[in-house]
Antibody
Framework: EVQLVESGGGLVQPGGSLRLSCAASGFTFSSHWMNWVRQAPGKGLEWVANIKQDGSEKYYVDSVKGRFTISRDNAKNSLYLQMNSLRDEDTAVYYC????????WGQGTMVTVSS | DIQMTQSPSSLSASVGDRVTITCRASQGISNYLAWFQQKPGKAPKSLIYAASSLQSGVPSKFSGSGSGTDFTLTISNVQPEDFATYSCLQYNSYPLTFGGGTKVEIK
């Protein structure tokens, strides 16, 4: 079964850090671009970042540039999002999604930034 | 950045109705447009890519059209399981941007 499973969310204070993981199974992970997308409570979807198959290209939305880092480990079939200097406005459910067409999504992991 | 404007933001429909949702891009994006369905508390599900191509396993009651700046998602014969929020995504250029979403509710 093709599957993406996110983990690593939780409650963190403003200015803190968190590392999200996305474990892939059921497909050739190394063949696909991978994305992170977030959704603040009651709001729409926002693309956060993506990474090429070999990790050689990475793109970010302006609001997270310099604070978030996307990475992947193809040997472990895993995608990561290192989030530093977290702000209240980063509070959201974070989803990983497969490919340039966002064909497969994980179930999401909640990140709450609050003092 | 390319802005994606969806309309309406919400609509009410009866079972069996035909529903049309539009997405307008602030500049031309060719056909690099995808549509997603999301139910409360669940992850989005991909419906359509390249403006009009149906994802595998998605019923043909869903259809998409458009190119350039104006796009539509049509749902024929709306059924109870179709009541959800629908969002568009442009993947023509960075940053990738979603529309604000259209909530389809039962009348």
């Amino acid at each position: 079964e093709v599957q993406l499973v996110e983990s690593g969310g939780g409650l963190v204070q403003p200015g803190g850090s968190l590392r999200l993981s996305c474990a892939a199974s059921g497909f050739t992970f190394s063949s696909h671009w991978m994305n992170w997308v977030r959704q603040a409570p009651g709001k729409g979807l926002e693309w956060v970042a993506n990474i090429k198959q070999d990790g050689s290209e990475k793109y970010y939305v302006d609001s997270v540039k310099g604070r978030f880092t996307i990475s992947r480990d193809n040997a472990k079939n895993s995608l990561y999002l290192q989030m530093n200097s977290l702000r209240d406005e980063d509070t959201a459910v974070y989803y990983c999604a497969r490919g340039v067409l966002f064909g497969i999504w994980g179930q999401g992991t909640m990140v709450t930034v609050s003092s | 950045d390319i802005q994606m404007t969806q309309s309406p933001s919400s609509l009410s429909a009866s079972v069996g109705d035909r529903v049309t949702i539009t997405c307008r891009a602030s500049q031309g994006i060719s056909n690099y447009l995808a549509w997603f369905q999301q139910k409360p508390g669940k992850a989005p599900k991909s419906l359509i890519y390249a403006a009009s191509s149906l994802q595998s396993g998605v019923p043909s009651k869903f259809s998409g059209s458009g190119s350039g700046t104006d796009f539509t998602l049509t749902i024929s014969n709306v059924q109870p399981e179709d009541f959800a929020t629908y969002s568009c995504l442009q993947y023509n250029s960075y940053p990738l941007t979603f529309g604000g979403g259209t909530k389809v509710e039962i009348k």
